[in-house]
């Protein structure tokens, strides 16, 4: 498959919403393996791979074995569930004449009593279509009655879509004006849309809503006759929202995609396109033409257009080249290609603005492909011309030149520090032969035995000579890093329009530093660093043990003192009452010591004070009441 470069657009006045893509004959092969993998595990799937393949093939047949085993799960399908039915029938239908069943008369009533206004849309949608596949008459105008009501309850944008797709299955006779006022304004659902960057446009992010709208809003325009009600912004913003899901990963996606962009695709109210350069942006003497072709979003080229190239610019100067030329129409097996040939022309290398216009000739409203501009550029091979290289002493007026031709290599050389190094060339376009000045033009020295490599630019002249001279003098420390010995030079040509670019090793020279010394080079920083150990910093030594006991002894002696005091004193619990406010006080007396000791062992500082709040509250009420009752005795 030729590869396809898609072009960058650009408006005139300001960014042109564009398709960001079409859905690539690759792309379709991939969903159609997917839909193609049998067995199904459900119903569901069978119905979303014959849908998706026929919507795929634009009505086209399915594989065998696609068909074998959708035939079966459509046989074996449950017909006590109306959803059920509606998969099983649906694949009946598309099968036609491949797989033929009749569904029990017993499940087609209780499809029939679903026409009530108990259903929702959903429910409406899945019951007028089993009762279309089996052939049975329903009555048109008590369907829009009941789609009415059930709008009334539910008029979200997915119940509204499936309600129009509901009306096409209808008598087209049947009057759908009330509900063209109150539940199928287009207009008013798209704009209730979600936007994203000026370039997607989806409902909820979701792409099966998304899918249905667009169907349901093509298939209401073909039906009544009247405006789309999407403008084409949108309708742009909602393909590329689909189309970024062109990679599906389940059936029922792969089905959403494909409907939508088919239904886009064959639509007549509004053709979705896009401009895809075939050739590529280089224009060369073995690929003289820009070849583009006009694509639908299934990658089907779109016919009865006229391509003209409004203007050709070279960008350099703003010469236009050409203008209002129509491209040259060609058709082929792989589809229809325009070309327009710019070598004819002989066209300067550089980068060109290009400008076309497509107008479709019979008058359809083609969308997206209005005011293109895109850049290429035309390439050309050279040659060098006129070269020479020398030395030359400082203080002489004229060097020693040797002359050679591109792309031979010339004699040795030999230079010191009281020389110059000279160089001269021209750089000729061998289409045109035209002296021309490319952006990259270098000299290079690489010392042969250490690879060092040395870069200098050559300027060109008014003449367009390019002329090269290093005074080594300076540059065998500043540039050379007092490194001497053999060196190659090479001249370095290139350019973005240039097809050759050229590397050419001119001759080798030998560099003589006398009395310069060689600067050392820094370590590479790709070699390997020495290993880092780390080295954590040795614990200080703690005291001799018979000082920690001492500091021990020194802790406990208040407490020793404190009982020895109690002793001489002729304390007693004697008058000690057993009453509940003295437990509790000095319970929490105790309680306080010993969450002091918790918290120097386990507990950290915020645990410890959350405990000391409880106790210390506690502990406090009670010791007031304590002491009141010592006071009152005292008196």
């Known amino acids: 498959m030729k590869f396809l470069i898609l072009l960058t657009l650009v408006c005139f006045s300001q960014a042109a919403i564009r398709l960001s893509s079409v859905l690539s004959p690759s792309e379709q092969e991939n969903i159609r393996n997917l839909l193609s993998e049998t067995p199904y595990s459900d119903i569901a799937h069978a119905y979303y791979a014959v849908s998706g393949l026929k919507e795929l093939t634009q009505g086209g047949a399915a594989s065998t074995a696609v068909t074998k085993a959708a035939c079966e799960a459509a046989k074996s399908a449950s017909t006590k569930s109306l959803e059920s039915l509606f998969y099983a029938s649906s694949i009946v239908a598309n099968l036609g004449a491949t797989c033929k069943h009749t569904f029990p008369a ?13 259903s929702d849309v959903k429910s409406l949608y899945h019951a007028v279509s089993v009762l279309s596949h089996a052939g049975k008459k329903f009555s048109s105008n008590s369907v829009v009655e009941l789609l009415t009501k059930a709008l009334a309850q ?25 509900l063209l006022e109150k539940s199928f304004d287009i207009e008013d659902m ?22 249905t709208f667009i169907r349901a809003a093509l298939e209401l325009a073909k039906r009544t006759k009247r405006p789309l009600g ?14 970024r899901t062109k990679n599906p990963s389940t059936h029922e996606q792969a089905f959403n995609v494909v409907a939508s962009l088919n239904a886009i695709a064959s639509s007549s109210t509004m053709k979705l396109a896009k401009v895809q350069l075939l050739s ?14 006009v694509n639908n979003v299934l990658s089907h080229p779109i016919e009865g257009l006229t391509v003209k190239a409004d203007s050709v610019t070279r960008t350099s100067d703003n010469e ?56 290429v550029k035309v390439t050309t091979r050279v040659e060098i011309l006129e070269s020479q290289i020398g030395t030359q002493d400082r203080e002489a007026s004229s060097g020693d030149w040797q002359k050679v031709k591109y792309p031979a290599k010339g004699p040795g050389m030999k230079a010191d520090t009281q020389q110059k190094v000279l160089m001269k060339f021209k750089v000729q376009d061998t289409i045109d032969k035209a002296l021309i000045k490319p952006h990259q033009v270098f000299v290079l020295f690489q010392n042969v035995e250490s690879g060092q490599e040395v870069i200098f630019i050559a300027e060109p002249d008014s003449q367009s000579m390019y002329k090269f001279e290093v005074d080594l003098s300076t540059a065998s420390k500043e540039q050379f890093a007092g490194k001497d010995g053999k060196y190659s030079v090479h001249l370095i040509v290139g350019d973005a329009a240039i097809s050759n670019p050229i590397l050419w090793h001119v001759a080798d020279i030998t560099l003589t530093f006398t009395g310069v010394t060689p600067t050392p080079t820094s370590e590479s920083i790709y070699v390997a660093k020495p290993e880092i150990h780390h080295k954590f910093r040795e614990s200080e030594k703690r005291p001799p043990a018979v000082v920690s006991t001492i500091f021990t002894f020194a802790c406990l002696a208040p407490l020793v003192i404190l009982l020895i005091s109690w002793l001489k004193t002729g304390m007693n619990l004697s008058n000690l009452s057993l009453a509940p406010k ?6 929490g007396l105790i309680g306080i010591f010993v969450l002091y000791y918790l918290f120097w062992v386990q507990l950290n500082m915020f645990t410890t004070l959350r405990y000391l709040a409880l106790l210390g509250s506690v502990t406090f009420l009670a010791g007031s009441k304590v002491l009141a009752d010592q006071a009152a005795r005292g008196q």
């Open 106 to 118: 017993s499940a087609i009533d209780s499809v029939e009593k679903k026409l009530s206004a108990e």
């Open 154 to 178: 539910d008029d979200s944008v997915l119940s509204s879509s499936l309600g129009i797709l509901i009306t096409s299955k209808l008598d087209a006779k049947v009057d759908i004006k009330p």
């Open 190 to 211: 798209v704009n209730q849309a979600d936007e994203v960057d000026e370039k997607y446009l989806h409902f909820e992010n979701d792409l099966r809503t998304t899918s």
């Open 230 to 243: 999407i403008t084409e912004d949108q309708m742009i913003m909602l393909a590329n929202f689909i189309l």
């Open 280 to 293: 590529g942006s280089s224009i060369a003497q073995d690929k003289t033409s820009i070849q583009i072709s």
């Open 320 to 375: 236009v080249i050409i203008s209002n030329t129509p491209l040259k129409k060609a058709v082929a097996a792989s589809g229809t290609t325009y070309d327009l040939n710019m070598w004819n022309l002989k066209p300067k290398s550089g980068f060109y603005d290009v400008t076309l216009n497509v107008v479709p000739t019979g008058g359809a409203n083609l969308v997206g492909v209005s005011d293109i501009e895109f850049r």
């Open 582 to 587: 003295n437990l509790i006080f000095h319970g």
